[in-house]
C-alpha cells in the first residue's frame, strides 16, 4: 500500500547515500530520536540573518535545530558550506533562521565511541527542546489542497508545494482539469498567477517562459516582471487591471525534490514606483496570506 509519510522518509535519507559518514550519522539521530511526529529535512537550505544562504545535513523546522557533519578536521562557529549562489528553487524552498535556531555539529573525523558519544548528546539536547516547545505535529499530507480547505487559508508559512494548477484551484472550490494556464481570472476581484521565475546564471537573469523574466526579491516582497516585447507587456491584464491583486504561487520545487508551486503571497500592481521602463512591470506584495472563505462559501 502506498504510504506518502513512508516515500519521504526514504527518500529524504536517501539524499546522503553518497555520503557515508552523514548517512550513518542522520540516520542514527533520527532512529535514536523516535519522534514520528517531528520533520526531518536532509540537505536543506537556510537563509541566514546575514541573507547568505548555507546548506545543512539535516534540519528539523518544527523545533528550529539544524546538524552539521564534519568530516575534516576543522572546527567552526559557522555552518561551513555557506553557498556562493542559489537557485530560485533553492531560494523559495529555505528556510529563515531566526532567534531560536540551534546549530549541533558532529565531528566525524573522530573515533566511533566518540562519534555515537556526540549523537547521544546531540538527541539528548533535541529531546529537550521539544519538551520545552510547543508546535503542530507533523502530519504529512499527499493534497497540500485538503490542507489549505481545512484551514480555509493559505499562508506563506504553510510553505504548502502543489504539483500542478489544478491542486491549486481546488483550493478555490475549482475543478478545473487539464488546467494548464499560468495566468487567469479566479473571481472575487483577484487573478491567479503561478510564474516561472528567471534563471540566474552568472549574474544573467534568463527567461524560462514565452520571453518572460520575472523576478522575485530576496525578501519575497516584489517581482518584476520584464519581457522585451512590448505587445506582450502591453496585453498584461494588469495594463487593463492594475487595481486587481494577483495570486501569486511560484514553481518551484516540493520536498521530495519534484516540481511543484509554493504560495509567496498576494501581489498588486506598484504605480508609484514603476521602473521609467515600457518593458517592466512591478508588482509589491500586499499580504502574506489568502482567506479562501468568498471562494468555499460560495461554492456550489
Known amino acids: 500500500m502506498y504510504d506518502p509519510k513512508r516515500e519521504y522518509l526514504i527518500k529524504t535519507f536517501s539524499c546522503t547515500k553518497r555520503k557515508d559518514y552523514e548517512n550513518y550519522i542522520i540516520n542514527a539521530i533520527w532512529h535514536k530520536l523516535d519522534r514520528s511526529d517531528i520533520q526531518p529535512v536532509s540537505q536543506q537550505y537556510i537563509k541566514r540573518s546575514d541573507g547568505r544562504y548555507a546548506l545543512v545535513d539535516l534540519f528539523f523546522p518544527q523545533i528550529n535545530v539544524a546538524i552539521e557533519c564534519d568530516e575534516e578536521f576543522?572546527?567552526?562557529?559557522?555552518?561551513?558550506?555557506?553557498?556562493?549562489?542559489?537557485?530560485?528553487?533553492?531560494?523559495?524552498?529555505?528556510?529563515?533562521?531566526?532567534?531560536?535556531?540551534?546549530?549541533?555539529?558532529?565531528?566525524?573525523?573522530?573515533?566511533?565511541?566518540?562519534?555515537?558519544?556526540?549523537?547521544?548528546?546531540?538527541?539528548?539536547?533535541?529531546?529537550?527542546?521539544?519538551?520545552?516547545?510547543?508546535?503542530?505535529?507533523w502530519l504529512f499530507s499527499e493534497n497540500p489542497y485538503d490542507i489549505a480547505i481545512s484551514?480555509?487559508?493559505?499562508?506563506?508559512?504553510?510553505?504548502?508545494?502543489?504539483?500542478?494548477?489544478?491542486?491549486?484551484?481546488?483550493?478555490?472550490?475549482?475543478?478545473?482539469?487539464?488546467?494548464?494556464?499560468?495566468?487567469?481570472?479566479?473571481?472575487?476581484?483577484?487573478?491567479?498567477?503561478?510564474?516561472?521565475?528567471?534563471?540566474?546564471?552568472?549574474?544573467?537573469?534568463?527567461?524560462?517562459?514565452?520571453?518572460?523574466i520575472n523576478i522575485l526579491s530576496d525578501d519575497w516582497d516584489s517581482?518584476?516582471?520584464?519581457?522585451?516585447?512590448i505587445r506582450k507587456v502591453n496585453r498584461d491584464a494588469d495594463k487593463q487591471f492594475p487595481s486587481r491583486p494577483r495570486i501569486v504561487f511560484a514553481k518551484s520545487t516540493d520536498i521530495l525534490g519534484r516540481s511543484a508551486y509554493r504560495f509567496i503571497g498576494v501581489f498588486k500592481v506598484d504605480l508609484e514606483n514603476q521602473k521609467s521602463s515600457e518593458t517592466t512591470i512591478i508588482h509589491k506584495r500586499i499580504s502574506q496570506y489568502v482567506d479562501l472563505t468568498p471562494w468555499l462559501d460560495s461554492e456550489g
Open 74 to 137: 576543522h572546527i567552526a562557529n559557522e555552518i561551513k558550506d555557506t553557498v556562493r549562489e542559489v537557485t530560485m528553487e533553492q531560494m523559495l524552498s529555505a528556510y529563515n533562521e531566526t532567534d531560536d535556531f540551534e546549530l549541533y555539529r558532529i565531528k566525524a573525523y573522530e573515533k566511533i565511541e566518540d562519534i555515537e558519544k556526540q549523537i547521544d548528546d546531540v538527541v539528548v539536547s533535541i529531546k529537550n527542546k521539544i519538551r520545552n516547545s510547543t508546535f503542530p505535529a
Open 151 to 212: 484551514k480555509k487559508m493559505i499562508h506563506v508559512a504553510d510553505r504548502l508545494a502543489f504539483r500542478t494548477i489544478v491542486d491549486i484551484c481546488k483550493c478555490f472550490g475549482k475543478d478545473y482539469k487539464g488546467m494548464q494556464l499560468a495566468y487567469f481570472y479566479i473571481e472575487h476581484g483577484y487573478q491567479l498567477w503561478c510564474p516561472k521565475l528567471a534563471i540566474n546564471h552568472e549574474g544573467i537573469h534568463k527567461s524560462v517562459s514565452q520571453g518572460w
Open 223 to 229: 517581482i518584476s516582471e520584464t519581457n522585451d516585447d
